[in-house]
């Protein structure tokens, strides 16, 4: 069946330092979603990709979404201390709105 | 952006016993979704809670373990039936906003079964 795999698992940096997770999809994907989870918190939406080969930028936050629609990435500059949390990748399978997670990157930062 | 509530927010339950999630959404929404995070993993389908008409369950997941309501547009219940340890996990509703193309998670029902 559909997969969407999340790499690293786990990333420690030290505050300043960039981050990126890696997003791939076993199909292509009509659109990727990115989430973040606090410690103790629920998923909170961050954006959406739609078009091969968007990038989007959130502050310092980068979002990519590759040419074949099938991976993505996430890249933070310049780590905080709020950046801290659990960060998710979606794809939609079948229809209906229903999504599929990442397993998630947990980004610990260490001031 | 849709507010979600949840009740309860959390609850420790026996073994063999059964604990109804509320989920409250302050907008009417068409597609509601529920969710489950076991202890340091991903989210997992539950079901798509229908309006007026039975759930959509995933694969692994039956009406009979985690029967499902959605009376209206903005409300709906998951129950955990005969729970086990296993059943430990943070349940969550979800909804998508067709409207801007979003999809907003509610705060979690984190459950603890002995």
């Known amino acids: 069946g559909q997969q969407v795999m999340q790499i690293p698992q786990y990333q420690h940096v030290q505050e300043g330092e960039d981050f990126t997770t890696y997003c791939n999809s076993s199909?292509?994907?009509?659109?990727i979603q990115w989430y973040k989870q606090r410690p103790g918190g629920h998923p909170v939406f961050l954006i959406q990709?739609?078009?091969?080969?968007e990038v989007k930028k959130q502050k310092r936050l980068t979002f990519q979404f590759g040419e074949a629609k099938k991976n993505s990435s996430l890249h933070i500059t310049a780590t905080q201390t709020t950046d801290v949390g659990t960060y998710f990748c979606?794809?939609?399978?079948?229809?209906?709105?229903?999504?599929?997670f990442g397993q998630g990157t947990e980004l610990s930062v260490k001031p | 952006s849709a507010v979600i509530s949840q009740k309860p927010s959390r609850d420790i339950c026996q073994r063999g016993t059964s604990l109804t999630i509320q989920c409250q959404v302050d907008?009417?929404?068409?597609?509601m979704f529920w969710y489950r995070q076991q202890p340091g993993q991903s989210l997992t389908l539950i079901a798509t809670?229908?309006?007026?008409?039975?759930?959509?369950?995933e694969s692994g997941f039956v009406i009979d373990k985690f029967p499902i309501s959605r009376p209206n547009l903005t409300f709906s219940t998951l129950t955990v039936s005969n729970m086990s340890p296993e059943d430990s996990s943070i349940y969550l509703c979800?909804?998508?906003?067709?409207?801007?193309?979003?999809?907003?998670f509610g705060p979690g029902t984190r459950l603890t079964v002995l």
């Open positions: 907008s009417q929404v068409t597609m």
């Open positions: 990709l739609v078009k091969s080969g």
């Open positions: 199909t292509t994907l009509s659109n």
């Open positions: 979800s909804v998508r906003d067709l409207r801007t193309d979003t999809q907003y």
């Open positions: 809670a229908n309006q007026g008409s039975e759930a959509t369950y």
């Open positions: 979606a794809g939609p399978y079948n229809q209906g709105g229903k999504l599929i």
